[in-house]
């Protein structure tokens, strides 16, 4: 058992189906779906409010997802906290790393140019999921279990988008 | 008299805060365990190289699928379904596409970078990320009425719009993942 939670990695469906199981609780328990993005929002208007203060709170879309920590960002902040114990106890927790392998191997190991990147990346991504109203989990997971057709269109343009991108950026640009 | 109750923070429950905290912990610990809080894992998937990724997401949708709607039959929960249109579910689905191409992690899978210390991701991805929704948020006003809408379809269910049964689906929805993911090890990804 130890030794199991010490491992770095896991079969990819042992995981799978321990997230499904983890989804049937979280219906059963507290009623809601795993889903992540609209926390990213919150924060984001959170922050906003504390730079201009209670205006922020007055647009139209922060009323509509109401800035509060609530179950869902909580989660989020699971999701930090579980891998980085996972991370800890199996000797993957990362120091000093900037540039992940595979862009290295294309692009370079230069810290700015990846973060950069990653900011622009960050900004459509986080656009991307507010604009489709969820992300790889709250459409890709917790949706298309639920058969529902706005997730399954969702999870099948996430995938070309990402795909057809990703094939451009290490096959054409770099 | 609810709102009067809900107004005052003493009788506030908490509980569901630290529920969500416990299954946040479970959910990024897996997510970890899967190697899907890297970079690299991710990049692979989407240049087809590696499709831990997809096990990884089709193993939890067709155990969860089969979970959810038995207790669903047995009437121990109800659906939360997010309600969509070609505008938000395909443009906005493409976009976010784009966005998990060139950051290389998704929102889920960022928060469990971020545990796992990849600086990237800290530094970049979740600036990135706060600011993309944040546009969005100012944008709402002028988006709501417009490409949100069109051709809106509501919150259904794939057994909803073909109005069958919902095990009509769920079945051969099931088989197909399985076949799927067999086949994926069959050409040795």
């Given at each position: 058992?130890?030794?199991?939670?010490?491992?770095?990695?896991?079969s990819?469906y042992?995981?799978g189906i321990?997230?499904?199981?983890?989804?049937?609780l979280?219906?059963?328990?507290s009623?809601?779906p795993l889903a992540t993005?609209?926390?990213?929002?919150?924060?984001?208007?959170?922050?906003?409010r504390?730079?201009i203060?209670?205006?922020a709170?007055?647009?139209?879309?922060y009323?509509?997802?109401?800035?509060?920590?609530n179950?869902?960002?909580m989660?989020?902040?699971?999701?930090v906290?579980?891998?980085?114990?996972?991370?800890?106890?199996?000797?993957d927790?990362?120091?000093?790393?900037?540039?992940?392998?595979?862009?290295a191997?294309?692009?370079?190991d230069?810290?700015?140019?990846?973060v950069i990147?990653?900011?622009?990346?960050g900004?459509?991504?986080?656009?991307?999921?507010?604009?489709a109203?969820?992300c790889?989990?709250g459409?890709?997971?917790?949706?298309?279990?639920?058969?529902a057709?706005?997730?399954?269109?969702?999870?099948i343009?996430f995938f070309?988008?990402?795909?057809?991108?990703?094939?451009?950026?290490?096959y054409?640009i770099? | 008299?609810?709102?009067?109750?809900?107004?005052?923070?003493?009788?506030?429950?908490?509980?569901p805060?630290?529920f969500?905290l416990?299954?946040?912990?479970?959910f990024g610990?897996l997510l970890?365990?899967g190697?899907v809080?890297k970079y690299?894992?991710?990049?692979?998937?989407?240049?087809?190289v590696d499709f831990?990724?997809?096990?990884?997401?089709?193993s939890?949708?067709?155990?969860?699928?089969?979970?959810?709607?038995s207790?669903?039959?047995?009437?121990w929960?109800?659906l939360?379904?997010?309600?969509?249109?070609?505008?938000?579910?395909v443009?906005g689905?493409?976009?976010?596409?784009v966005?998990f191409?060139?950051?290389g992690?998704?929102?889920?899978?960022?928060?469990g970078?971020?545990?796992n210390?990849?600086l990237?991701a800290?530094v970049?991805?979740?600036?990135g990320?706060?600011l993309?929704?944040?546009i969005f948020?100012v944008?709402?006003?002028?988006?709501?009425d417009?490409?949100?809408k069109?051709g809106?379809?509501?919150?259904?269910?794939?057994?909803?719009?073909?109005?069958?049964?919902?095990?009509?689906v769920?079945?051969p929805?099931?088989?197909?993942?399985?076949?799927?993911?067999l086949?994926?090890?069959?050409?040795?990804?």
């Amino acid at each position: 058992m130890m030794t199991l939670l010490t491992d770095v990695g896991w079969s990819p469906y042992a995981v799978g189906i321990g997230i499904g199981v983890l989804s049937w609780l979280s219906f059963l328990i507290s009623g809601k779906p795993l889903a992540t993005s609209t926390s990213f929002a919150q924060t984001g208007g959170m922050i906003e409010r504390m730079i201009i203060g209670k205006k922020a709170s007055q647009r139209p879309y922060y009323k509509k997802i109401k800035l509060n920590i609530n179950w869902q960002w909580m989660l989020v902040l699971g999701v930090v906290t579980g891998s980085f114990l996972s991370a800890i106890i199996s000797g993957d927790f990362k120091t000093g790393q900037w540039v992940p392998y595979v862009w290295a191997s294309a692009f370079g190991d230069g810290a700015l140019l990846r973060v950069i990147v990653a900011i622009f990346g960050g900004i459509i991504l986080g656009f991307g999921a507010r604009f489709a109203g969820g992300c790889t989990s709250g459409h890709g997971i917790s949706g298309t279990l639920q058969l529902a057709v706005s997730s399954w269109i969702s999870a099948i343009f996430f995938f070309i988008g990402g795909i057809l991108t990703a094939h451009l950026i290490f096959y054409v640009i770099a | 008299m609810e709102k009067q109750v809900q107004a005052a923070p003493a009788v506030k429950d908490r509980r569901p805060l630290f529920f969500g905290l416990a299954f946040g912990i479970l959910f990024g610990f897996l997510l970890h365990k899967g190697g899907v809080t890297k970079y690299d894992v991710i990049v692979n998937q989407l240049l087809l190289v590696d499709f831990t990724v997809v096990k990884v997401m089709l193993s939890a949708v067709v155990t969860g699928m089969i979970g959810i709607y038995s207790m669903k039959s047995m009437g121990w929960i109800k659906l939360s379904l997010k309600s969509g249109s070609f505008g938000m579910n395909v443009i906005g689905a493409l976009i976010f596409g784009v966005g998990f191409a060139v950051l290389g992690y998704c929102p889920g899978t960022i928060a469990g970078a971020i545990g796992n210390g990849y600086l990237d991701a800290i530094v970049g991805g979740l600036a990135g990320i706060l600011l993309g929704t944040w546009i969005f948020a100012v944008m709402y006003p002028r988006l709501k009425d417009g490409i949100l809408k069109k051709g809106d379809f509501g919150d259904i269910t794939l057994p909803k719009l073909l109005k069958v049964n919902d095990w009509v689906v769920v079945v051969p929805v099931a088989a197909m993942i399985v076949l799927l993911l067999l086949w994926i090890e069959r050409s040795g990804f």
